[in-house]
Each structure stands twice: as C-alpha cells, then as structure tokens.
C-alpha cells in the first residue's frame, strides 16, 4: 500500500506512513489564479493499493472538492484498490429528511465518494452513525477517545472523571472508552428538551465531580455552547479543573472564548482538524485498524 | 418546466423564469455556522422537468458543492427529467494529460454531474470544446457574443471593429458571431510562440482598425493579460476606442487595472460571472436555447 495525502492533511499522512512503515506518494498541487484546484501523481501508481488522507474540516466544500479530485486521478490512473481516510466526515448531518424537500448531504456525500472509486471509508467519530448507512463500501467509524485519554493519561489528574456530554449511546461509548484508556469511571449528562423554550438543554443533578478532575470527551465542537453549558455545571457541582479532548476541534467563532468564561482550562483536539488544539494524532488510530485492531466507538 | 435557482444564479433563474413565462420553484438555502450548505425545496417536485441553473465562477469548489447538492436533491425528491445551466463551467482546463499523473478534473466535473443525474447540459462559451466531449449526456455551448455585440449596439460607435483576441477556432467563431451582430467586420490576432522567451504572445502587422472603434470579444478574462496585450496592438495601430466584451469577466486581482492602462475604455460582462461588469444576462440565450433556436459559437 502507498499513501496519498491531501492538501489538508499532508502532515496527518506523513505520521500514518511512518506508523505503517509504508511510503507517501509524491504528488503535486497547486491552486490556479482564478481559484481552480490542480492535482498530479508524481509517480506511476498503476496498479498500487492507495490510501489517501484527506480530512473534511473547513472551508468543507474545498476540502471536499480537492478530495474528489484526487479519488477520480486515481482511479483513473489506474490504482488497483483505494481506501480513503477522512477523519472528519463533512456533511454529516442531514441523513434523513426532518423537513419535505431537504437535501441529504450525507447521502450525497456518500455516493459521490463511491462513484469516484473509494472501496473503503474510514473515517474518526461520526456524529451521526446513521450516515455510514449510506455507503455500500465498507465504511469504519473509528475512535479519537483512547488517543485523547492518552494525552491527559501523561497529565498530573487528580482522581479524574470522564464526561459525556449527553447521554446518546455514541457519546457514552466514546467516553466509557476514554475512561477504560484511564482506568477511571464516567459519567454523563442527560440531554432534555425546556419546557418552557423548547430549547435542548443538558442537565444532570449528581455528577460525583466534587474535588475532581472532569474530562469532557466529545465528537465535534462547533459553537462551543453545549461544552460551555457541561462546564459550568460541573463547576456548580465542585469539579477541580476541566479539560476537554474533542476529535474534531471546528472551534467557530468566539466558541474557545465561552468555554473558558464557563471553566474550561484546556482543550485538545486532533489533527482531524488543523489548528493550534491539534495535539493528539489520529494517525495511530488508522494504523491500528488498517493493521485489523479494531477501535471503533 | 420548472426553474431552481442555485445561490450563485437567483437572478438569472428569474430572468430565465421572465423570458420563458416559467415560475421559480421556492427553495430555502442557508449556511450552517460551520460552513455547510442546506438545501431545501419549499414545494413539491414530484415528476416535475427542472432546470437547475448555477454558475460555477469562483469560489469554484463552494459553488460546484452547492450544485451538487441541489441535483442530488432534485433527484433524490423524484423529478422527472433535470436540465442543467452553467454559464461558467469551472474546472475546464484540465481536459487532457499535459503531463502524466495529472488530473482530469473538466472530466471528474462531467461524471459527478452526470452521476447525481442531470439529462443535459447548457453551459455558455466554454474556454475548451473537448471539455464537452466528456459528457455522455447532451451538451450545448452557447455562446454570449451575440447579447454582448446587442449591448454595444445600442452605443454610439465609429466604424466598429470586432477583435477575436487570439486566432483559435472558437475565438474566431465568437467574433463572427458578434460582427455579424452589428454588420461590421471582425480580425484576430495571431498565436505565436516567442522564439526567444518560449511565451506565447499574440500580434498582427496591420488590422486595419485605425479611426476605428475595437470591440474585442473574449470568453474569459481571468488575469486580464491577453486583453491588455491585445489592446495596447490596437492602440499603436491607431484604434479609436476599445471596448471588450467578454463571456466570464473573473477579472482576477489587478486585471481591471492592466487593462485600463493598456487603454481599455469598457469592459462588458455578463451575469455568468456576478460583479459590477455583468451588464449583460445570458438569459435570452438560454430561453432561445431551450425554444430550440441555436445560439451555438
């Protein structure tokens, strides 16, 4: 197997060569003046497995296009099998119709993804699982848990607790995951609907927190506000410090700015997502599962 | 029929919509905080013939994502047959291997269209025709010279002369095309390769334009380079006024600068691209297309 990375994730490719023992391939890109994005294999690659590494995060429908690109080269350059790792799976939220009339991005997602010639799909905490259900390939729904508990593994915690913050079957298995990595407990808010307003809100009355280290281990972090709500509560409750290991850091907007106002003292994400968070790799988490060592969530 | 707009188009789909006598289907479009695109048809369109019309000028990639995703939608939600209008087809450059291992991306384009389900193809004034060869569903080319020789119609013009700005077929066709327009002549200049520079530089002894008003007619201007090439010939050959029509004005960084010292006194564009030069819509062309009357270059 050779590897291909993309543009968003040549450093991310590099690591999961090394893991593997296996070569990048040397490739070419440049943006054209007006914008156009330009791909070339800088080797014969007819007839290689190819594995190309190209996470999703914004500007996605970039991202998304510079993958597209790649997937067509190669394939049409003749590579025998192609496994496409996306770390963060872009358009993942509309796998069903809430409304009449919607589109379902994930679903279209899916089938370009396929057209285009991938035979596998891995990608690193999903938001919605339901959307691996759009693939016929085999997709891979893999972890960041154990690699960001590893991370706070080497930090000074005192009796920490691991924190999902809603009770979605995902979430409690990413943090019951998380938490065998450290061999500590977890516990998890419960997700409930106001009322009065409608709105979502996460709530839980005895978190056992008191004097303890809170970890919160969530999926993705976009505005930041359902992290800053589990992080005051969990001050109101008494915790210690808390920390926060996400697998897809977006970080919109003033979203590091709440947390912190709400207690928050670090935040790690990975490289799923390049920004000055990404301090935990997903690359031995691929290299674990192309090596058949299952750690899905 | 039935007439989408896609986000990059709303007002050339109700152009189109006015010139056929054909309503708007109401869509909801918006981006989530993240920076993805949603799509939603505000009614049904179940067994309905749609045209879908979306230009793809830059950003490229976020403007192909977002007609992606209205075809998929249109698809997916049952209609019956899904014509297609892209003024500017983006990613038609790479149309054939210059170099091995390069991308193919004008052909990625046309199977990523074809497979979310478009049954035909309107595009205006494509820089490359073997662009179109990639398609297995119609295509059709038309081409905007005809409503940019009836906007300079309308001005008060010396002895028109309308110039093809280098001597390849399809640039000699536009011009034709736009001379015919106004019943005047047209010239091009000629392509040649610097025997010194190995750059491709355009020229011609005499084009007969002394006293004369020039109208070039291109179909892109992205750097503004060949324009302003072609104007400062016209000039030193004794040219009244030039005036440049174009099909795509991208007009990239200091493109409007260059050519305005190289003494162009207009530029034209059309509602393909959308900024302050789009003084002409494509929509007649169009609407003429669709009514069976060929406006082909």
């Keep these: 197997m ?128 339901n959307v691996l259900k759009m693939y016929k390939i085999p997709v891979y729904n893999l972890t960041a848990s154990g690699e960001l508990a590893r991370y706070f593994a080497k930090k000074d915690l005192k009796n920490p607790l691991i924190i999902a913050p809603d009770d979605e079957d995902l979430a409690i298995r990413r943090a019951k995951y998380a938490a065998d990595v450290l061999k500590t407990e977890y516990d998890a808010l419960e997700k409930r609907r106001d009322r009065y307003t409608g709105e979502i809100v996460t709530y839980k009355k005895d978190l056992r927190v008191r004097e303890r280290d809170a970890i919160i281990i969530d999926d993705i972090i976009s505005t930041g506000k359902t992290v800053a709500n589990a992080a005051r509560i969990l001050k109101e409750q008494g915790a210690r410090r808390i920390l926060v290991g996400v697998s897809h850091a977006l970080l919109i907007g003033d979203s590091v700015k709440i947390m912190m106002e709400n207690g928050v003292e670090e935040i790690v994400g990975t490289d799923s997502v390049i920004n000055e968070y990404a301090k935990v790799s997903v690359a031995p988490v691929l290299a674990r599962a192309l090596r058949g060592e299952v750690e899905q969530a």
């Design 2 to 129: 050779k590897i291909v990375g993309g543009p968003n994730s040549l450093n991310l490719a590099c690591k999961i060569g090394e893991a593997l023992g296996i070569p990048l391939i040397k490739v070419r890109t440049k943006r054209f003046p007006d914008g156009e994005f330009y791909f070339k294999f800088e080797e014969n690659i007819s007839g290689e497995n190819i594995l190309v590494v190209q996470s999703l995060c914004p500007p996605q429908d970039v991202r998304a296009m510079e993958l597209f690109l790649i997937l067509h080269t190669a394939r049409d350059l003749g590579a025998d099998t192609i496994k496409v790792f996306v770390p963060y799976l872009a358009y993942s939220r509309q796998d069903e119709r809430f409304l009449d009339g919607e589109c379902l991005s994930a679903s279209m997602m899916a089938e370009i993804i396929e057209e285009l010639g991938a035979d596998a799909l891995y990608t690193v905490d999903v938001h919605n699982e």
